[in-house]
């Protein structure tokens, strides 16, 4: 990526090592990314993949979960596992001078870690606690709600947490099997700031010469989502009501991606955005409001969502319907572009402030095989794409919207009724 | 580290700017002494209400357009009000700094409080309470706060009552901004690569310059937290909580903010802090513990946050109890200071790879008169030992002197 200096190796065994140089500050950060996260979950076994990755800082190679924790701890640093739908991913932030007590730790973890009996069940009723609390939120369940209808029971279907159910049954052996899968699906491990000499060989120095075999993530598909208009409502006890429209759509650096990425700034990005100036600024109706559309190896949601009072759900519904219509209706102008590009760029470069920064974002781009650049080949691809490519793009992509609903009875029955009136609904 | 440069206007508003060269935007950043606990009674909410308004435009720009000309120059901005200040802040590309300082100083500083905008606003701002109403857990803290705080404004909420909001008009706000935006209770502070920008040049005919002092000096009281305990059922809560509040000196004393950060640190801060390893990792009585310190001017606040079944808040509140009483009893052990220094330390080291992080800390401790540079709280950090922690501050954690509150659901 511009300014920074890129080093790429090959551990042994065939995971690829990106080493970004930036001397000055005195800190690492290391992300190791293995494809393969709660998208892979197999049946019966969703939350699997979180349950793993929590159990890993419980003890692995020599260390105890408790010397392990202390180790890490001891020298102030951070260290998080943690599944997403496409991956696991391992993130270490320290102080560079402590890189040769900690590097060793990544691999170790996913290579020797221990699987306690006793600490699975631990982390197990933490993840099962955290799904149930969840549920006083209800942003989280018109989400969890939306989720439903964009990817029903597919690979996208469940939270990274799991389902209670399948949550409660998962055992030791399971989770050993899918240890050994580590790596298998590809894998890539990042190093940002400044670097300690011979990272490599930390890297590797609690394996005893061990390789991992492990492959470099391949571009490949990954989960589709269903394609129809579909309404869900979840009645709740609340002043609000929560709306949330959303499609899934396609794969980041898939065609058409970048011109969505387009539409999110120019929608969602900033308060002079889109649905911002529409929604809060014109009409007052919500305080929060946005776009959600995150980076996923398969069809990713590309969602509105806002939440206004009760008694003006019929409005905010109203709103909300149109904005997205106008996006398959019209092309937006040439100033929006422009703006739509600047605010794309501002926040690429805001978003490599720091060495986690920088190394979440290549882990990101190589876990799903695309190439270290990618994120500055965007910023030249998406300055040539013209208002009619992303008016194509929506057209292709975003037809069939869903809408979930969080709220009391009566705002429900409001936005329903404007739903059905509505063509979107199909 | 590099070191703070600051510079006096003739009104005697200050500058203070920090050289960071490797940063790829620059972080304007707008301070003042007018946050929730400088309101009237009659004033609940108008703090935060202004700070919305003022992205409504000024005299010179219209609403949105800031946002749009911040924007379209590949920035963004923002704002947020607390109990004892204010700042909007901008980050932009170095070469458009000096233009988004113009636009951020007209836009703050001379605000155009239009009545349809306040209108509209208004209703903005009763979405966010809403939305906030809809989360228990917020209503939990806000009612901790409250019975812990008593009439001190820490107790009241920074969104306003309802029935003030409904009631405000432009005129009472008009006469807020005039009373706090004033020459001695703003300052701006500037982090990133800043060579050949001469901010302080362009600041000499700003708005900023010609701010008038304050009429007369006033304050905020000192907090005086009321220990107690108290049970509630809140709807749509899912698991139980126990929520305390504790109180240590304010942020004057940065010194023993420092101190309260180790020691929180020291209690619940990873798996081998005192409160986690006994609450969750061992006993399992918890899905979570959390100790923040909130430092603020009139007395920091530690709320401790409790997440767990509710037919174990007893229990949970009788181990927080047991955890506090044997920390007073004995002292930590060299090596759990340690861990917590280097945690506070690298948390502290981190926080500076981050224009946006570096102005809000300089520009902070500016407005409150406090000038130590960027070293300084490394200092302070190495400064404690544990028998200053035991005798200065862990007394001040003693359990019979917080606020309790159980939240149960409904």
Known sequence: ???????????????????????????????????GGSSCDRSGQRGAAQLLAGVLSRGCGDLSGDALADLVEGCGAGLRCEAAEDGTLLSLKCASSDAQALLPLLLLMVQRPWLVEDQINLERQLNLQTLQRQREDPFQLAHDQLRG???????????????????RTLNRSQLQELVGAYGQAGAVLVLAGELPPQAQTLLLAGLAGEAWPCAAPQRQAGPKGLKQSQLACSQDDTEQLVLMLGASTTALGAPHALALR????????????????????????????????????????????????????????????????????????????????????????????????????????????????????????????????????????????????????????????????????? | MPEPRRHQLDNGVSLVQIELPQAPVVC??????????????????????????????????????????????????????????VHYHVLIPPAAAPQAMELLLDLVLQPRLDDDDFAMERQVVLEELAQSEDQPEEVAFQELL???????????????????????????????????????????SVAGPL??????????????????????????????????????????????????????????DQDSVMGGDLITTLLAEGRRSRLVEQLRERLRLVE???????????????????????????AVEQQVRQVLLELIDTS??????????????????????????VAAMVGNSQLWGRRHNLQRPLEWLEGWSTERLSQEVIPLLHPDRAYCLQAVPA
Request: aromatic residues 6%.
């Open chain 1, 1 to 35: 990526m511009s300014g920074a200096q890129a080093q790429q190796l090959l551990l042994p065994g065939g995971c690829p090592l990106w080493l970004i140089d930036r001397p000055g500050a005195g800190i690492l950060s290391a992300k190791l990314w293995m494809r």
């Open chain 1, 149 to 167: 209808l964009l990817y029903g029971d597919g690979p996208y279907g469940h939270d990274a947490l799991g389902v209670e159910a399948d949550l």
């Open chain 1, 262 to 426: 387009l539409l999110h700034c120019h929608l969602g990005v900033g308060m002079s955005s889109r649905l911002f100036v529409a929604l809060r600024e014109e009409h007052g109706l919500a305080y929060d409001v946005g776009v959600h559309y995150p980076a996923r190896l398969g069809d990713a949601p590309f969602v509105f969502h806002l939440s206004t009072s009760s008694d003006r759900a019929a409005d905010a519904t109203r709103e909300l319907l149109a904005e997205w219509q106008r996006l398959l209706d019209q092309a937006i102008t040439a100033e929006d572009l422009e703006l739509a590009l600047a605010k794309f760029r501002g926040q690429e470069a805001l978003g490599r402030q720091t060495s986690s920064q920088l190394a979440d974002r290549h882990a990101l781009v190589l876990g799903h095989g695309l190439p270290f650049d990618f994120a500055d080949r965007s910023l030249h691809e998406a300055a040539e794409l013209s208002s009619d490519q992303l008016l194509q793009a929506a057209r292709e992509l975003l037809t069939a919207p869903s809408l979930s609903l969080c709220g009391p009875a009566s705002a429900l029955q409001q936005a329903e009724a404007v739903w059905q009136r509505h063509s979107l609904s199909g």
């Open chain 2, 28 to 85: 304007l950043d707008l301070w003042c002494r007018a946050g929730s606990a400088w309101e009237t009674s009659a004033e609940s909410g108008l703090a935060h209400f202004l700070e919305h308004m003022v992205f409504k435009g000024s005299e010179h720009l219209d609403a949105g357009e800031f946002d749009l000309k911040v924007e379209a120059l590949g920035g963004n901005s923002n704002a947020a009000t607390g109990f004892d200040d």
């Open chain 2, 146 to 188: 409250r019975q812990a705080c008593g009439d001190h404004a820490y107790g009241l909420p920074i969104l306003g009552r309802r029935e003030a909001l409904e009631a405000h008009t432009t005129d009472a706000m008009a006469a807020f901004h005039r009373r706090h935006y004033r020459a001695d209770r703003c300052c701006l």
């Open chain 2, 195 to 252: 060579a050949g920008l001469d901010l302080e040049r362009h600041l000499r005919e700003s708005p900023l310059a010609a701010l008038a002092p304050s009429d007369h000096n006033s304050a905020v009281p000192v907090l005086q937290l009321q220990p107690g305990k108290q049970r509630i059922e809140l709807a749509r809560l899912e698991a139980a909580r126990l929520l305390m509040a504790w109180q240590l000196p304010g942020a004057a």
């Open chain 2, 288 to 314: 979570s513990i959390d100790l923040d310190l909130n430092v603020l001017e009139s007395g920091c606040l530690v709320l401790l946050e409790a997440v767990c079944e509710p037919e174990q808040l007893d």
């Open chain 2, 332 to 357: 930590p052990s060299e090596a759990e200071l340690d861990r917590a220094k280097r945690l506070v330390g690298n948390g502290y080291r981190f926080s500076l790879e981050v224009a946006g992080s």
